[in-house]
């Protein structure tokens, strides 16, 4: 019987459209042609001068790429430099630098956990931190969003090797874990912390040091942050950041540090050169989250649902994912990109659009942004608003 392999793909398709979850890549130009509020450039410094001219430079020195992996050929003097810059400037004994923050989650999570361990994490953590738990074969507890005393129990019935991982702001709706109840409750059941704060550095914390150190956390022994310098760094790659002998645990043992090519020099350069701009201009920080409380308050003055911000994420709910698909197109062909976000990317099933609070945003920018997802909000979700 002859059959095309591949004939189930058109079923999937035709069940995403009727959903309305069909995704499609929209390559962006060059130069921006729309207000970008849907990027996670939080301190707007992909495009600064230092910090490119830091990536063109670094490429010229050390060429296009890494050339192979860590432990072969991938690893620069420059690698270990922003190793050190990262781990003095977060407040942690040791770092050691990815070429992903998704492949920084997958070493952390499948390193320190084993067939008959337990990781403990929230419902609402980050896709990366989901596959970890996958791929790290421990035994894996759900709990639900937020909730220290939940983590504590799943602990202590569990009675043995143990870790409990979350994010530190969440990336959906951009509140911030209490980190320093899940850290009692960990260090109660003698377990570790392993905590995403790749939506927390260069947003939250003295100077952007992070959401681990701004709960006083930052340098504990029984601490691991994972991150990424895509975000607040507007680089490329990723990070865990730790006691140093968790980090060398890390070089003998996590797959996607040992078998993946080097984090790229021009992303390192960047890196570097947008983290040393940040010490240097730590007030980057406050402004970014001073922009999201704006367009947060300006977004429920209007009457339309949005959460608290916690950190650079402004999270606003739309009644349903077509109305989100349509609310970001209707927003885009006014001259304003935000996020979309819907099933199966949030665990709750809420749809939302995502908008970013940039530090480089004008108060004449963000007057445009809430005028206009305002004006083009779903008629039941926004009453009229004076925005000048």
């Not at 701004?214 to 950041?241: H, W």
Request: hydrophobic share 45%; glycine share 10%.
């Amino acid at each position: 019987m002859s059959f095309a392999p591949f004939d189930w793909i058109n079923d999937e398709a035709r069940r995403r459209a009727a959903a309305g979850l069909v995704r499609t890549l929209r390559p962006r130009p060059a130069e921006p042609d729309v207000l970008d509020l849907a990027s996670n450039d939080y301190l707007g410094l992909t495009r600064h001068p230092e910090v490119t001219a830091a990536a063109a430079g670094a490429a010229h020195r050390w060429g296009a790429g890494a050339t192979g992996s860590r432990l072969v050929t991938g690893s620069t003097a420059l690698h270990a430099e922003l190793e050190r810059e990262l781990a003095d400037f977060c407040g942690f004994e040791a770092a050691l630098v990815l070429s992903s923050g998704y492949a920084a989650n997958l070493a952390a999570l499948t390193a320190l956990s084993a067939r008959g361990s337990l990781i403990v994490s929230d419902a609402g953590n980050h896709a990366s931190i989901v596959d970890g738990c996958r791929l790290s074969r421990a035994e894996t507890a759900i709990v639900p969003h937020a909730d220290p005393e939940a983590v504590r129990k799943a602990l202590h019935t569990h009675g043995g090797r143990a870790l409990a991982v979350t994010d530190s702001v969440f990336s959906v709706d951009g509140d911030a874990a209490p980190l320093s109840a899940l850290a009692d409750a960990c260090r109660a059941e003698g377990a570790a912390l392993v905590v995403d704060d790749a939506h927390g550095l260069g947003v939250l914390g003295d100077g952007g040091r992070g959401a681990l150190a701004a709960a006083g956390l930052a340098g504990g022994e029984d601490i691991v942050a994972t991150m990424t310098l895509s975000k607040s760094l507007g680089s490329q790659g990723g990070a865990v950041l730790g006691p140093a002998r968790v980090i060398d645990h890390l070089v003998n043992t996590a797959r996607t540090f040992i078998f993946d090519t080097g984090l790229a020099p021009a992303s390192a350069g960047g890196a570097l050169g947008a983290l040393g701009l940040l010490g240097r201009e730590p007030e980057r920080a406050d402004r970014a989250r001073a922009v999201a409380a704006a367009l947060y308050e300006r977004l429920t003055d209007a009457g339309l649902t949005a959460v608290r911000p916690d950190a650079a994420v402004v999270s606003v709910r739309a009644p349903s994912a077509d109305a989100a698909v349509r609310w970001a197109a209707d927003c885009r062909a006014a001259g304003v990109l935000v996020g979309c976000f819907r099933p199966p990317s949030v665990p709750d099933g809420i749809s939302r659009l995502r908008l970013t609070a940039r530090a480089d945003l004008t108060q004449e920018q963000i007057m445009t942004a809430v005028d206009t997802v305002v004006r083009t909000a779903p008629r039941a979700e926004a009453v009229p608003v004076r925005v000048s």
